[in-house]
Nanobody, 118 residues
Framework: QVQLVESGGGLVQAGGSLRLSCATSAIIFSISDMGWYRQAPGKQRELVATITRGGSTNYADSVKDRFTISRDNTKNSVYLQMNSLKPEDTAVYYC????????????WGQGTQVTVSS
C-alpha cells in the first residue's frame, strides 16, 4: 500500500530547476513532519530538507539557498523546489513522513530520479 506518492523528477541541465511533489493521505499529513531525502549511487541516503507541521524548515548545508521545502495543508502535499541544480544533486529523491507521538511511524515514498547533466 503506497502511502506517499512522489512526482516531478527528471533530467535537467546544470543550473536548471525542478520541483518535486509528494502527496499523502490527510491523516498521515496532519500528524507528520515531512521531509525529502536523497540517495546517490554507491552512497548512503542523506537528509535534504525537512518541514514540521508548524512550518519550521531545516536544510542540508549542500542545498541551502538553492532548495526550498514547503507544504500545502489543503492538498496534503509537500514540495521541494530545486534551483541552480548541480551534477552532484543527481540522486533518487525520497519523500518521508514522520508521524508524531504517540503514533511515531515512518513512511517513505517510492523515490523519484533526478539527473543533472553537466
Amino acid at each position: 500500500q503506497v502511502q506517499l506518492v512522489e512526482s516531478g523528477g527528471g533530467l535537467v541541465q546544470a543550473g536548471g530547476s525542478l520541483r518535486l511533489s509528494c502527496a499523502t493521505s490527510a491523516i498521515i499529513f496532519s500528524i507528520s513532519d515531512m521531509g525529502w531525502y536523497r540517495q546517490a549511487p554507491g552512497k548512503q541516503r542523506e537528509l535534504v530538507a525537512t518541514i514540521t507541521r508548524g512550518g519550521s524548515t531545516n536544510y542540508a548545508d549542500s542545498v541551502k539557498d538553492r532548495f526550498t521545502i514547503s507544504r500545502d495543508n489543503t492538498k496534503n502535499s509537500v514540495y521541494l523546489q530545486m534551483n541552480s541544480l548541480k551534477p552532484e544533486d543527481t540522486a533518487v529523491y525520497y519523500c518521508h513522513a514522520h508521524s508524531i507521538p504517540p503514533f511515531s511511524r515512518d513512511y517513505w515514498g517510492q523515490g523519484t530520479q533526478v539527473t543533472v547533466s553537466s
